[in-house]
């Protein structure tokens, strides 16, 4: 199964992140700035010259299994998303 990865995202900011594989590196990269005085805001200048303020944040990543019973999972849920779901047995031709 490919890892899964759950992003949940309130006001445009990123609450929560899970993941299937809790050795999955988790980088955010936030270009809506609203405190330039804030931890992790960094000024950048792009190619052409231009200066620009991004937020940049490494964080661990909470199990997917951290889910069961929030109300993410019933967003999942109601989306008919079941991260839990087995994937079926590959089977040999005959």
Known sequence: ???QIVLNVHGGIVQDVFCSDLKARVVIVD????DPGGDGVLEVVDARGQRDLVFVQQR????LDDLLG???ACALLAAGI????????????P
Do not use: K
């Not at 270009?31 to 609203?34: A, I």
């Open 1 to 3: 199964m490919p890892t």
């Open 31 to 34: 270009w809506d700035v609203e």
């Open 60 to 63: 661990q990543a909470d199990h």
């Open 70 to 72: 929030t109300d993410v």
């Open 82 to 93: 079941d991260l839990h779901a087995t994937p079926p047995i590959p089977t040999e031709d």
